[in-house]
């Protein structure tokens, strides 16, 4: 009797084993596809210029750091910072992913394209082009995650805004 016990404790033990070790489902496509979606959404949040919308996208520890502007740490700094951007009437924004990428583990992904803005310059009172590339990171949940922090490349100095993209540091809160 003892070792029919241990032939059923056995038995559960390995089916239960067997239930742990399973692979969890393969989302990186549908998380690819939710990354594209969420900035095809932003930027029509931007040409609609709704800073609470475009605001919302960002998670309560990231960095927005937008040309020639300091870095926005928060997202009520990031808030104050996109409404001020927004109340210039010149300004646009649009960018475009060229590569979206999502780690095997599915906890992480990144986005880096190319964006144009233009915006009043403060000197000449008149509007001004500006263009170059971008950096986003994401974590999950990617369909409920802020991304982390946008990080413009002016062309020039291409290293030095690379140095800032942490995406290991990217924490999420759901």
């Given at each position: 009797m003892?070792?029919m016990g241990?032939l059923?404790?056995?038995?559960?033990l390995?089916?239960?084993?067997a239930?742990?070790?399973q692979?969890?489902?393969?989302?990186?496509?549908?998380d690819?596809?939710a990354?594209?979606?969420l900035e095809?959404?932003?930027?029509k949040?931007y040409?609609?210029r709704d800073?609470?919308?475009i605001?919302?996208?960002?998670?309560?520890d990231?960095?927005l750091?937008?040309p020639?502007?300091?870095?926005?740490?928060g997202?009520?700094?990031?808030h104050?910072?996109?409404?001020?951007?927004?109340s210039?009437?010149?300004?646009?924004?649009?960018?475009?992913?060229?590569k979206v990428?999502v780690?095997?583990?599915g906890?992480?992904?990144?986005?880096?394209g190319?964006?144009?803005?233009?915006?009043?310059d403060?000197a000449?009172k008149k509007?001004v082009n500006?263009?170059?590339s971008?950096?986003t990171?994401?974590c999950k949940p990617l369909r409920?995650?802020?991304p982390r922090?946008r990080l413009?490349?002016?062309?020039r100095?291409?290293?030095?805004?690379?140095?800032?993209?942490e995406?290991?540091?990217?924490?999420?809160s759901?």
């Amino acid at each position: 009797m003892k070792a029919m016990g241990a032939l059923c404790i056995a038995a559960v033990l390995s089916f239960t084993m067997a239930g742990c070790n399973q692979a969890p489902p393969d989302t990186h496509d549908a998380d690819m596809k939710a990354i594209n979606d969420l900035e095809a959404q932003w930027n029509k949040d931007y040409a609609a210029r709704d800073g609470d919308k475009i605001a919302a996208y960002y998670a309560d520890d990231a960095v927005l750091m937008a040309p020639g502007a300091p870095a926005m740490s928060g997202k009520e700094a990031i808030h104050t910072g996109i409404q001020q951007m927004l109340s210039d009437p010149a300004l646009t924004l649009q960018f475009q992913a060229t590569k979206v990428e999502v780690a095997r583990s599915g906890d992480l992904g990144y986005s880096w394209g190319k964006y144009q803005m233009t915006a009043t310059d403060p000197a000449t009172k008149k509007p001004v082009n500006d263009h170059g590339s971008y950096v986003t990171t994401y974590c999950k949940p990617l369909r409920k995650c802020r991304p982390r922090p946008r990080l413009p490349d002016r062309r020039r100095s291409t290293e030095r805004w690379m140095a800032h993209a942490e995406p290991a540091r990217c924490r999420c809160s759901a």
